[in-house]
């Protein structure tokens, strides 16, 4: 008889297995069987809770994606008002997001976003709400220049993750927030 919870416990687990194993590869040349010795169960085991490595490693990027959502609601709660920019600009870049294993799992998922669809819907969800979220925030202070500014600012934020992955010596979370904050400054002022 299974034991009550184990299901959520291991899924969790490999979830955890996937993000460290593609963090420490830095590439999807991961295997299943690689993922589960990193979780401590089988292959089989593996295999039964997610069908393949590509699902495995679209349920680690849908924890990795509710994890940074939860930041910014967070963030945006307590940001003071005319602050929204700035929340989400924290919240996306904060130390949380930005260790090396979640960083290679963010890059990997961009390049499985390209041939598997549901990988696909995710990115563009992900993509689609920080724009929302940013056009929301940009609007009273930018008016008709916050949807433009919403873009760069989304592709800022991608681009430092990519440099942090990519660089060894990419900034750190601190420099980056400072960098993207700046630009910001500077697009407002």
């Known amino acids: 008889m ?10 969790a687990a490999l979830v955890d297995a996937a993000i460290a194993v593609v963090g420490r590869s ?11 010795r990193e979780a401590g169960m089988s292959p089989a085991l593996a295999h039964h809770y997610f069908g393949s490595k590509s699902q495995m490693l679209v349920a680690a990027m849908r924890h990795i994606l509710a994890v940074y959502g939860a930041g910014v609601r967070a963030a945006l709660a307590e940001a003071a008002p005319g602050r929204r920019a700035e929340a989400i600009i924290a919240a996306s870049l904060d130390g949380t997001h930005f260790d090396r294993d979640t960083v290679a799992a963010w890059l990997n998922f961009y390049a499985l976003a390209l041939t598997e ?20 925030a940009l609007r009273p202070r930018a008016g008709d220049q916050a949807p ?32 993207v904050q700046r630009w910001l400054e500077d697009a407002l002022g």
């Open 148 to 179: 433009r500014l919403a873009e760069t600012l989304g592709a800022l934020i991608d681009g430092v993750y990519l440099r942090a992955v990519l660089d060894q010596r990419g900034p750190e979370p601190a420099r980056a927030h400072r960098m």
């Open 2 to 11: 299974p034991k009550t919870g184990a299901e959520a416990s291991r899924k």
């Open 117 to 136: 669809p549901e990988a696909g819907r995710l990115l563009s969800i992900y993509h689609r709400r920080l724009r929302s979220n940013l056009v929301h």
């Open 26 to 36: 830095g590439t999807q040349d991961v295997t299943v069987a690689g993922i589960a």
